[in-house]
């Protein structure tokens, strides 16, 4: 499938701002492939795709995991919602033919991080976190970061997404701590 093709059919399963958000997370993963040497062809599509499931309803999420045999831990029974990056990889290979296991990785990845995440994981959870749509507090900041050390802009944000998490009062990942600490174990920055 081309990556108009993707295009098409992501727009007809998503709800318009939703797209929108899917073309500059394209976008902006091309570009910061372009300026650490990655595939920008992975990271577009990657980018494209990463929230192909982010429309599916509550009641769609469980037989699917069953139907995948998804095991689900105490903290997606309560935040079900992070789920749709596994889900969308899992749909990226099965409705987008993606086969390629380093998008597939960024795709499940993109909302948690990960432990050792590679160059295309932390590409595509940058693009979402920082694509032009997004507008917060500090946010100038990661962006500025993520062209010049992407270790750590993915500190800044893993930071400021925590942060926002315990404001909320919800619950933490472990994938999230297990990113943080693995970047700062690799390497002293910020």
């Known amino acids: 499938m081309t990556i108009e093709e993707m295009k098409r059919k992501l727009e007809s399963t998503l709800k318009p701002k939703r797209f929108v958000h899917s ?4 976008k902006v ?7 650490y040497g990655v595939d920008e062809e992975k990271a577009a599509v990657a980018g494209l795709l ?3 499931a982010k429309e599916f309803r509550r009641d769609e ?11 689900v831990d105490n903290i997606i029974k309560v935040q079900p919602d992070l789920l749709h990056g596994l889900i969308g ?8 033919g993606i086969t390629d296991e380093a ?25 979402d976190y920082i694509e032009p749509g997004r507008n917060f507090p500090g ?6 970061a993520a062209f010049s050390d992407i270790d ?39």
Do not use: W
């Open 23 to 26: 073309l500059s997370v394209m």
């Open 29 to 35: 993963s091309g570009e910061l492939a372009d300026r």
């Open 50 to 52: 990463h929230d192909c």
């Open 61 to 71: 999420i469980l037989p699917f995991c069953d139907k995948y045999q998804i095991s």
């Open 89 to 96: 990889a899992i749909t990226a290979k099965e409705e987008y």
């Open 103 to 127: 998008i597939f990785r960024a795709i499940r990845y993109h909302t948690t991080g990960c432990d050792n995440m590679g160059l295309l994981e932390k590409i595509v959870y940058l693009a």
């Open 139 to 144: 946010i100038e900041e990661v962006r500025q």
């Open 152 to 190: 750590c802009a993915m500190i800044m944000a893993l930071d400021r997404t925590i942060k926002y998490i315990l404001a909320k009062g919800r619950l933490i990942h472990p994938d999230t701590i297990a990113a943080r600490n693995s970047i700062i174990y690799s390497k002293s920055c910020c």
